[in-house]
Nanobody, 117 residues
Framework: QLRLVESGGGLVQPGGSLSLSCAES????????MGWHRQAPGKERELVAM???????NYAESVKGRFTISRGSVKNTVHLQMTNLEREDTAVYYC???????????WGQGTQVTVSS
């Protein structure tokens, strides 16, 4: 059973920056993929960014050029650097990890990101 622990998030003004981190400490092997989804009030959960264990990344169109996802130096950690944040980025951000392709995977508990002046 994967266990994801998230950190980061908070309140930031428009145009500001925040970073999120997620760590999984129970797996003995490198996870196939790790990434972030978000859910804003009244909206469906959507993919923000993901990174495979070979370094391939995928971003939502709305965050390309502003967000950067990277694997940490510690096994099964992932970081999301968010810059030039917009009010529309306000949401609960959830870490997600898949141990293998086409598996259900695990979710983190979620962390709030609020972009407001």
């Amino acid at each position: 059973q994967l266990r994801l622990v998230e950190s980061g998030g908070g309140l930031v003004q428009p145009g500001g920056s925040l970073s999120l981190s997620c760590a999984e400490s129970t797996s003995l092997f490198n996870l196939y993929s790790m990434g972030w989804h978000r859910q804003a009030p009244g909206k469906e959960r959507e993919l923000v960014a993901m990174i495979l264990n070979n370094g391939t990344t995928n971003y939502a169109e709305s965050v390309k050029g502003r967000f950067t996802i990277s694997r940490g130096s510690v096994k099964n950690t992932v970081h999301l650097q968010m810059t030039n944040l917009e009010r529309e980025d306000t949401a609960v951000y959830y870490c997600r990890a898949l141990p293998f392709p086409r598996t259900v995977g695990a979710w983190g508990q979620g962390t709030q990101v609020t972009v407001s002046s």
